[in-house]
């Protein structure tokens, strides 16, 4: 490896880095969207920027910037408030116009500035290390390596720092706000790192990547844990993994870099959107199936519990009775006689002492829908999940 | 006379310049347990969330113990309703209980094992110990709210605020509650709880407030919960038979 693939990949985990801390907050406020508006309307911020400072890594410009996409969100809550449209149509009114106010200045201006939309838009990470910061003559690396670490350096402070603050204005903004804790600071505070690691994240990977870089980690994350800590960690952990992975694919195809990472996010979070252990599509299909095949299991046993006719218990006589079809009614009974709740004899059916006791009991809390009795079932049974 | 817990002057609150309680006057007196009643829109939880400054009134003031409510609010407990919130939200029963702590730790002190221990034993009081770490999407409605009690049994404040407590929560656990509720009362806790089944007000509370964006009445249940009131209240000929 090169040093300036060692460098590309660097910037691209610490840009990744940066936004899966924001990113998680995002995504369980419901503001996954404010990361999109704030993304493209930061875009006027970066050319008035630009003009004053020649230079993409000028804290100004990026505090110029940051400040455009605090703009994007009181003009949003502004809108929203006067209860005439809704949030994501505000989002949709506000962000557009100040991109396009970005765009036609870059236009205009397009003989001496050197910045174009595509660029802006998706990303120049492969040029990253061509920038270097240069201290007294010595070369101490590329300047948006810094940018980036710098940024990431405040966010995981403010992080650490007022984790506590940030969870409970997430969770419960009533309860924040009458303990003290300001919902609108914390509010301000996050949109405002939100601002700022997307303007540093932005000249490295762009208007888009930026977006699926605070989304997607976080998303796959939410649904592999119950617990804020390890959904910060996993987020970051998905967030380095794609940023690495995604370089090497675009270094084999010979594509885009920005590109390759953000289609590396998307497999990520397709991979645990489908294989997720609790919440992923499969274990949700195979969680139905088998809480119906319990139902089915506890109107059988329900069916013997009820009638003594031996009549009424002859296996042939069930499948008819019942009206299931062959494959379901041996499923059941074979369910049920894995669990030691029936035996068979010549064909009649009856319920063990254990499938006895199971019966009352099931059919007890489905009446009273109190759970505490039923606590050791759960962990053998869908059906009794919830 | 006893002392006068809760002070609302002139309370004003408005949506959109809209107002939804129109200069409200009351006063909460120590050790009552007080439902607020009131038809759909009657402004119950506004008036919570003004007193508790989650609000911004546009005109009259809230004193809790004389003094505003931002230099008492160690003495408050808020138990919002349960829908409030984003149930999905990735923690546990333990964690949400320790938020109650969070208030007098302030900003950025962290809970150490102290909060732990006091979270721990609201947790038993409320009879949820053993769910203490369980994700709070995979608790029933109840245990929800016991949650949410416990959370506000944490903060062990003088004046606790509750609003709904008993929606969509199963018989037990609101009889649960109730004792949990009574027992704040013994100990000399004032409790305000904006309630919606007016069957149960004679058997739950001692003091009453009858609201519908203005306040109607204010007082102890064997003398003002009655018909009139209640008509006053509800715009209808109410009949409620009150059980002894």
């Known amino acids: ?386 | 006379m006893k002392k006068i817990a809760v002070k609302v002057d002139d309370l004003t609150v408005a949506y959109n310049y809209k107002p939804v309680l129109w200069d409200i006057d009351l006063e909460i007196p120590e050790g009552v347990l007080m439902a607020i009643v009131g038809p759909n829109g009657a402004g119950k939880s506004t008036l919570i969330k003004a007193i508790l400054g989650i609000l911004k009134p546009i005109a009259g003031s809230v004193s809790i113990y004389g003094k505003s409510y931002e230099k008492q609010r160690q003495l408050v407990a808020y138990v919002p309703q349960k829908g409030s919130v984003d149930w999905d939200f990735p923690t546990t029963a333990l964690d949400v209980v320790k938020m109650g702590t969070y208030g007098s730790l302030g900003w950025i002190k962290r809970p150490g094992q102290k909060e732990k221990k006091a979270a721990l034993e609201a947790l038993e009081k409320v009879g949820m110990l053993a769910f203490k770490n369980r994700q709070i999407s995979q608790l029933s409605g109840g245990q929800q709210q016991r949650i949410f009690l416990a959370r506000a049994l944490v903060q062990n404040a003088s004046i606790y605020f509750m609003d709904e407590p008993f929606q969509g929560v199963d018989a037990t656990t609101e009889i649960a509650i109730i004792n949990i509720l009574k027992e704040l009362r013994k100990a000399g806790k004032t409790v305000i709880v904006v309630h919606h089944d007016l069957q149960t007000v004679p058997e739950y509370f001692d003091w009453v407030t009858f609201l519908n964006v203005k306040k109607i009445a204010t007082g102890p249940v064997k003398d003002i919960f009655n018909d009139d009131n209640l008509t006053k209240t509800y715009g209808i000929n109410y009949k409620v038979s009150i059980q002894e």
């Open chain 1, 1 to 386: 490896m090169s040093s300036a693939q060692i460098e590309i990949q660097l910037i691209a985990s610490l840009v990744a880095v940066a936004c899966a801390i924001p990113g998680t907050f995002l995504v369980l406020r419901k503001m996954a969207m404010i990361s999109d508006a704030i993304s493209h309307s930061i875009l006027p911020g970066i050319v008035i920027g630009f003009f004053i400072t020649h230079d993409l890594n000028s804290p100004l410009l990026i505090l110029l910037a940051a400040l455009t996409g605090i703009i994007t969100v009181v003009l949003v809550e502004y809108i929203q408030k006067t209860g005439l449209v809704k949030e994501d149509t505000a989002i949709g009114l506000v962000f557009p116009a100040l991109f396009s106010i970005g765009v036609i200045m870059i236009a205009k201006n397009a003989n001496d500035v050197h910045l174009d939309v595509d660029a802006v838009l998706l990303g120049e990470l492969a040029f990253a290390p061509f920038d270097r910061l240069l201290i007294r003559g010595t070369d101490v690396g590329p300047k948006s390596l810094w940018v980036v670490g710098t940024i990431l350096m405040i966010t995981i402070t403010l992080l650490i720092t007022f984790f506590k603050e940030l969870k409970i204005s997430t969770f419960d903004k009533g309860l924040a706000a009458s303990l003290g804790f300001s919902p609108a600071i914390l509010h301000y505070g996050l949109m405002s790192v939100s601002s700022v690691t997307t303007v540093g994240a932005f000249d490295a990977v762009g208007a888009i990547l930026v977006v699926a870089l605070m989304i997607a980690p976080a998303a796959a994350a939410y649904l592999l844990t119950t617990d804020l800590k390890k959904m910060l960690a996993l987020a970051i952990g998905f967030g380095i993994f794609s940023a690495i992975f995604g370089y090497w694919v675009a270094h084999w195809l010979d594509a885009s870099i920005s590109g390759s990472i953000t289609t590396v996010l998307g497999l990520v979070f397709l991979s645990v959107y489908l294989f997720a252990p609790t919440k992923g599509v499969i274990a949700v299909m195979y969680r139905e199936r088998q809480q119906r095949t319990e139902v089915s299991l506890l109107t059988f046993l329900l069916h013997l519990k009820n009638h003594d006719d031996l009549k009424e218990r002859h296996v042939n006589h069930l499948n008819e009775h019942i009206n299931w079809q062959k494959v379901r009614s041996k499923t059941v009974l074979d369910l049920a006689q894995k669990n030691n709740m029936i035996h068979i004899e010549n064909n009649i059916v009856s319920l063990t002492k254990k499938g006895d006791e199971f019966t009352s009991k099931a059919i007890d809390y489905i009446i009273t829908n109190e759970d505490t009795q039923i606590e050791d079932m759960k962990d053998d049974f869908f059906l009794f999940r919830g």
